[in-house]
């Protein structure tokens, strides 16, 4: 008796080669499949061994698995996009505010203070973000204080010499048919010299601040 279909057992019947369709333990070739096969031996009457050859088609064991192949290939490369997709959203997540902080970076060395980081990111780059724009207002701040006393009297607070002499220069720039006259007025104080020598220097600070404050 045997399990072999019909075109395996032509196959094994006609004679093949012993390599090719001979039966043994392991793997055989009959016809256009491979088969796997186990011999055992069986008991029987006295001086008469039995021996049974079982065999299996190897394509047919495996047919049940194949579904199970493409199941795991699919998550394997469903994984694999979730992986390329997450690191594409991490390497973004990271490079938009650097290269944000470049940007600004070159911005703050050609003077520019006007527009802070505008991010949505939160953790230790939002926080670097944060520190960035705190440190781009206090250098605006210490930058317009700087221009600030070099244009104007620290006491007083009115333009000083060179700032009066830079506003001058710009209106007597102006071509002459523009309609703006340019007026220059000249103050002094009388006896302000005795205001000092009498009431003392801090008097005489008080009396100029009181003056700038009018003529503001």
């Given amino acids: 008796a045997t399990s072999l279909p ?3 057992l032509t196959s094994l019947m006609s004679g093949a080669s012993a390599a090719d369709a001979a039966p043994f333990n392991g793997r055989a070739v009959l016809g256009h499949d491979t088969y796997l096969g186990q011999e055992m031996q069986l008991g029987g009457a006295p001086g008469r061994v039995v021996n049974v050859l079982l065999q299996g088609s190897e394509s047919a ?12 290939v699919d998550v394997l490369g469903g994984a694999f996009l979730l992986a ?39 953790g230790e780059l939002g926080a670097l973000v944060e520190k960035f724009n705190g440190m781009q207002e206090a250098i605006a701040r210490r930058e317009a204080s700087i221009r600030h006393h070099a244009r104007h009297d620290g006491l007083t607070g009115l333009p000083n010499r060179t700032h009066f002499e830079h506003l001058i220069g710009e209106n007597l720039r102006r071509p002459r048919s523009s309609k ?3 007026v ?20 005489g600070d008080r009396l100029l601040r009181e003056v700038a ?3 503001q």
């Fill in 6 to 8: 019909v075109r395996a």
């Fill in 61 to 72: 064991a495996l047919a049940s698995y194949r579904p199970w192949w493409w199941q795991i």
């Fill in 84 to 122: 390329l997709l997450g690191a594409w959203l991490l390497a973004r997540s990271v490079t938009k505010p650097v290269r944000l902080l470049l940007e600004q970076a070159s911005a703050i060395e050609a003077g520019d203070y006007a527009e802070p980081i505008t991010t949505h990111e939160s």
């Fill in 180 to 182: 703006l006259r340019l």
């Fill in 184 to 203: 220059v007025m000249v103050i002094g104080l009388d006896r302000f010299k005795d205001i000092n020598d009498t009431l003392g220097y801090e008097a």
């Fill in 213 to 215: 404050q009018r003529l």
